[in-house]
């Protein structure tokens, strides 16, 4: 059974402070490790997709990192804005995903 | 384009009531998809459709029918709500299993079960 874990559930930076998310995984067979950002109260906003180890993606203060056995989301130099829910998510056969319980950041300024 | 749009975004309902959540998109998407996402729990699969007539159950289906009568449209029903159905509804959208595939994701639908 495909599972995903995220850690840590919470993190508390200060603005400027840079650091990773983690995500690891089993699963039979990869097809794809997806990265999202969760703002409150709203739906999941799709970030990256990674297929094979060693890919990585970046997007302004993020990049996203992959191994055989899990994913990394690197913050360098936070801002408040970038505060939110990241989950990660790895794709099954017929495109379902299966989610972690997410890390909610948060970024003082 | 409006992307995924959820009706209602909040509804409050007795023991027993039932209801129909509806989702619509207007990227010509053929995978549709029901969540729910409970605090400490992720966001977990209830039903999806690869495409128009047809639908399929996901991780936990029990208490929920789904409906996709015209592609652009996922109906989510509940004959018979429960408080264990308290939760915050999310409808997705994909092209299907090629390509980079992202889900796309509507606002939400919050519900409470009295």
Known sequence: EDQVTQSPEALRLQEGESSSLNCSYTVSGLRGLFWYRQDPGKGPEF????????????????????????????????????SATYLCAVRRAGNMLTFGGGTRLMVKP | NAGVTQTPKFRVLKTGQSMTLLCAQDMNHEYMYWYRQDPGMGLRLIHYSVGEGTTAKGEVPDGYNVSRLKKQNFLLGLESAAPSQTSVYFCASSSGTGGVNEQFFGPGTRLTVL
């Open chain 1, 47 to 82: 970030l990256f997709t990674l297929y094979s180890a060693g890919e990585e993606k970046e997007k302004e203060r993020l990049k996203a990192t992959l191994t055989k056995k899990e994913s990394f989301l690197h913050i360098t130099a936070p801002k408040p804005e970038d």
